[in-house]
């Protein structure tokens, strides 16, 4: 090794003058004969990735912090992209990204870089709640053998919850936590402008975008195109990268809902233009979902917000009902609207059939559920659009009862933090996330994928949210004096009244 490491200073720092101009060319001749084979072998696309693959990588190891960086990228812009090849199976981005965020965060603990666990008023609960998931898992496969893609698939669940835990550890300062949420804005806001941008190109322009993706195992043609009713003559949906636009209406719940408090705080952490139009183009794309009830779940987050602290969003709250109701080209989105709430359209009808089907699911099986793997019985099934009825499928009444406690815990925590007293900036971080859990909570009455295998990205995105602010209201209870720009205490002022 030494004599290799003598024999490349006397070539690079040689007394010929030729030979160290030479050297260094030599290399970077090498270097692009690399590159440009690399680029003809696996294509620009392939090769953009690995670059930004070995950048990635090399910055999460140097900092756990650039890991929430490369997470926000994956599960906001490409959740379902694998890699191009196999390994027994392929593994997707949002496999590399946490394990390089666990990774680095374990090892650190290990070597004592990090010599304590922070584990926060909530932790038993969230622990059990995933031992709960195992024990479920476990029990159903006496009756619904795992093959490996369900198996790799209730990993990544386990892991999506244990980011709470990975969060509350490693964002532990003020400027950790804005510097992690500008990201999570920006992860957010770029899925909102690429739904946007499908949406009004060309059908025939977004199929072929999408295309370029099916080497990352991105569904292509017309048939990922979404419709209302699935009619391919009606109105188009929204998707983006999310592939479905209900999921992608719930990415904007938690977008739009963070979003919110920034738009009206004293300190935003943005200029504020940029954050109203981070804003309406979430909004914007949420709309064009034609979600309801990602539209319910974000009007829910607004109304918090509004109720708490921002009392300016009440009139921004009115302009839009109004725009909603009075638009002409909106009149068909309130149809829509109406018709779900008042139960006459297929979609809601349905839903209400599954939810009776799921009931006679957990008459039978209460206790535990029946697992992630499949239903015992021929004449039920396994699957529901409403996320506690699903928790209750796969881990029984028992598990549905943690998930309420964790859930119950977090807010409690979150009142406390924000009747305590925080710097501006930190409480609207608070209020924006904890809006957020409630507007995907809210829209879980009538959706499942914050708890579904199909989409393992959400379960990490809804984590990701109440581990940021657990660790907010963490970080201010160690600063109990948390105080205004001038030094007067904060004591839950309300902004705009």
């Known amino acids: 090794m030494q004599t290799t490491y003598r024999a490349i200073q006397e070539v690079f720092f040689s007394s010929n003058p030729i030979l160290r101009r030479l050297a260094p060319a030599a290399l970077l001749l090498v270097g692009a004969l690399t590159i440009a084979l690399f680029v003809g072998a696996a294509g620009p696309l392939l090769a953009l990735a690995a670059a930004a693959a070995l950048i990635g990588g090399t910055l999460i190891l140097k900092d756990t912090h650039w890991g929430f960086v490369a997470l926000c990228a994956v599960v906001f812009l490409l959740p379902f992209a694998s890699l191009p090849f196999s390994i027994g199976f392929k593994p997707t981005f949002l496999d590399l990204a946490l394990g390089a965020l666990f990774f680095v965060w374990l090892f650190k603990l290990v070597i004592g870089l990090q010599e304590d666990f922070v584990a926060s008023p909530i932790g038993l609960p969230v622990l059990l709640f995933m031992l709960l998931a195992l024990f479920s898992f476990t029990l159903g496969l006496s009756h619904s053998p795992a093959n490996a893609f369900l198996l790799r698939r209730f990993l990544e669940i386990?892991?999506?919850?244990?980011?709470?835990?990975?969060?509350?550890?490693?964002?532990?300062?003020?400027?950790?936590?804005?510097?992690?949420?500008?990201?999570?804005?920006?992860?957010?806001?770029?899925?909102?402008?690429?739904?946007?941008?499908f949406y009004v190109l060309p059908q025939e322009t977004t199929v072929r975008i999408?295309?370029?993706?099916?080497?990352?195992?991105?569904?292509?043609?017309?048939?990922?195109?979404?419709?209302?009713?699935?009619?391919?003559?009606?109105?188009?949906?929204?998707?983006?990268?999310?592939?479905?636009?209900?999921?992608?209406?719930?990415?904007?719940?938690?977008?739009?809902?963070?979003?919110?408090?920034?738009?009206?705080?004293g300190q935003p952490i943005f200029p504020r233009w940029l954050t109203?139009?981070?804003?309406?183009?979430?909004?914007?794309?949420?709309?064009?979902?034609?979600?309801?009830?990602?539209?319910?779940?974000?009007?829910?987050?607004?109304?918090?917000?509004?109720?708490?602290?921002?009392?300016?969003?009440?009139?921004?709250?009115?302009?839009?009902?109004?725009?909603?109701?009075?638009?002409?080209?909106?009149?068909?989105?309130?149809?829509?609207?109406?018709?779900?709430?008042?139960?006459?359209?297929?979609?809601?009808?349905?839903?209400?059939?599954?939810?009776?089907?799921?009931?006679?699911?957990?008459?039978?099986?209460?206790?535990?559920?029946?697992?992630?793997?499949?239903?015992?019985?021929?004449?039920?099934?396994?699957?529901?659009?409403?996320?506690?009825?699903?928790?209750?499928?796969?881990?029984?009444?028992?598990?549905?009862?943690?998930?309420?406690?964790?859930?119950?815990?977090?807010?409690?925590?979150a009142w406390k933090a924000w009747r305590s007293g925080l710097s501006i900036k930190m409480e609207a971080l608070l209020l924006g996330y904890t809006g957020a859990v409630l507007g995907a909570l809210v829209s879980g009455v009538f959706d499942h994928y914050w708890f579904n295998m199909t989409y393992p990205h959400m379960t990490v995105l809804f984590w990701l949210y109440i581990g940021m602010a657990t660790a907010t209201a963490l970080i201010h209870a160690k600063q109990p004096q948390a105080r205004l720009a001038d030094g007067a205490p904060l004591t839950g002022r309300i902004e705009g009244s």
Request: no cysteine; glycine share 12%; aromatic share 12%.
């Open 276 to 413: 109203f139009f981070m804003w309406t183009t979430a909004v914007l794309a949420l709309y064009l979902t034609y979600s309801r009830s990602a539209l319910l779940g974000l009007a829910s987050s607004m109304a918090l917000l509004a109720v708490l602290k921002y009392r300016k969003l009440i009139p921004l709250g009115l302009v839009g009902a109004l725009l909603l109701l009075l638009l002409p080209v909106t009149q068909e989105y309130v149809a829509r609207l109406i018709e779900g709430f008042a139960g006459q359209d297929l979609a809601t009808q349905m839903r209400f059939g599954e939810y009776k089907d799921a009931l006679v699911l957990i008459e039978r099986y209460p206790l535990f559920g029946v697992g992630f793997t499949g239903a015992p019985d021929l004449d039920i099934y396994l699957g529901v659009s409403m996320l506690y009825l699903i928790i209750a499928e796969n881990m029984g009444l028992i598990g549905l009862g943690m998930f309420l406690t964790v859930m119950i815990g977090f807010f409690v925590i």
């Open 158 to 197: 386990l892991i999506g919850i244990s980011l709470f835990f990975v969060v509350i550890n490693t964002v532990r300062t003020e400027g950790e936590a804005i510097w992690v949420t500008r990201w999570v804005l920006l992860g957010g806001w770029g899925a909102a402008a690429i739904a946007v941008l």
């Open 210 to 265: 999408l295309d370029s993706l099916a080497r990352f195992d991105y569904p292509g043609g017309f048939g990922a195109l979404r419709f209302i009713e699935d009619d391919p003559n009606g109105v188009m949906r929204a998707i983006g990268t999310a592939v479905d636009p209900n999921v992608l209406g719930g990415m904007m719940i938690l977008a739009a809902a963070l979003m919110l408090p920034q738009l009206v705080s």
